[in-house]
């Protein structure tokens, strides 16, 4: 059978944190069953939350990833700087040069799926080919019955967005269940229904990517889909559990949740080619910024944890926050998380904050007089509030 060649591939990682250096797994896999190009690259996405410097622009909302590039949260007045995967894979790509791959390129999400659409449509004489690529299995996000679901923004959005730019592909899945993020028996079933092509993972291309997470990415950025999949992989169990914890932070706040993970070691001996057409995703909207994701999503289907409960960005001017702590917490922490997030709020960390206005409704009365309730006709279903005065 003939095995596919290509001239020039991308694989992109679809939901940030370690899918960028899962793409690593996915480039080996290909090669090992006979897939070969002439020049690889890898990508990953580009929180719309979050600053970055020394990058090269690529053109239409992508950039070139380099070992010196570093990421930052920034709230006003505060500019932290915190882990970026992508430059630490950057830097494994320059010294090493593995599998003929080039260089990494990091695709903006600041202007959501269709500007995911628009980087991949320009880039066409650049990529013969995509290989989307998931490691745990949450890009198959199926709706509200999925209750632990953590991280369902990023994968949709890449998504959606590669359906809509027409590019050549395939999704690249690996290590059903060890992202917490679905349970096993959905999943497989998930696979089945998707037509999902299996090929067994070789204990060398496992060895040979556990080798490189331990050398570049784990002194920088631990996580847990990786070393669960490293371990499920070995396992001979049938099950195996860990407890997930669940992390929602504000300034130097941190609150945890936690809940069962359930892994299936044998749908981890394996990877899956899918057909990205075959996954029926409700979170995978058209959209063009994040707040028209978190509308058309948390607002007009149903609330979840995402990327977005806490953060930052910037709508009409003025910096903003997502004031809306993830439902997995109890009604305790969410209460005081939103008590935290007006008192920053009137001490200028941001202009407004976004809010549903079933949230605000837990404030007291006197406190809700202190501010401004302002609505807005595409905020529809959220409370943009501002405080009366400042602290």
């Known amino acids: 059978m003939d095995t596919p060649q290509f001239k020039n591939i991308l694989f992109l990682g679809m939901g940030g944190g370690n899918d960028v250096f899962s793409t690593l797994l996915a480039a080996k896999s290909l090669w090992n069953i006979g897939w070969r190009w002439q020049e690889a690259f890898l990508g990953g996405v580009l929180s ?6 020394d990058l090269i622009d690529y053109g239409y909302g992508a950039w070139w990833t380099r070992p010196e590039s570093t990421r930052f949260l920034v709230r006003m007045h505060e500019r932290r700087k915190i882990s970026f995967v992508d ?18 390129l990091g695709f903006s999400l600041e202007e959501g799926s269709i500007g995911m659409a628009d980087a991949l449509m320009h880039a066409r004489d650049n990529f013969d080919y995509v290989v989307l690529v998931d490691v745990g299995g949450d890009c198959f996000y199926r709706g509200a019955q999925d209750t632990h679901v953590i991280s369902p923004m990023f994968d949709s959005m890449v998504l959606r967005g590669f359906l809509d730019s027409g590019k050549p592909g395939i999704l690249f899945e690996a290590g059903p269940g060890t992202d917490g993020e679905m349970d096993p028996e959905v999943l497989q079933d998930i696979l089945r229904q998707a037509s999902a092509v299996p090929f067994p993972l070789k204990p060398g291309v496992m060895d040979w990517w556990a080798q490189n997470y331990r050398i570049w990415i784990a002194p920088v950025r631990t996580g847990n889909t990786v070393p669960r999949t490293i371990e499920a992989f070995a396992s001979g169990e049938k099950e195996v559990q860990y407890p997930h914890r669940v992390r929602a932070h504000m300034g130097s706040t941190r609150l945890y949740t936690s809940f069962t993970q359930r892994v299936w070691p044998a749908l981890c001996k394996y990877f899956y080619l899918v057909k990205p057409e075959a996954i029926h995703n409700p979170f995978a ?15 007009h289907q149903h609330r979840t944890c ?3 409960n806490l953060e930052y960005t910037r709508i009409m001017g003025k910096q903003c926050q997502f004031l809306t702590p993830a439902p997995l917490f109890p009604l305790a922490d969410q209460q005081a998380i939103i008590a935290q997030g007006l008192q920053e709020l009137e001490q200028g960390i941001c202009d407004a904050a976004l809010m549903f206005p079933r949230d605000w409704e837990t404030v007291t009365l006197e406190r809700r007089n202190q501010f401004w309730v302002l609505s807005q006709p595409g905020l529809r279903g959220l409370a943009w509030v501002q405080p009366k005065r400042r602290l």
């Open 48 to 53: 719309p939350f979050h600053e970055y410097t």
């Open 87 to 104: 430059a630490k894979v950057a830097e494994l790509v320059r010294e090493n040069r593995p599998l003929n791959i080039s260089g990494v």
């Open 285 to 299: 909207v058209e959209c063009r910024f994040p707040e028209d994701w978190f509308i058309q999503t948390q607002v």
């Open 306 to 308: 995402c990327e977005a």
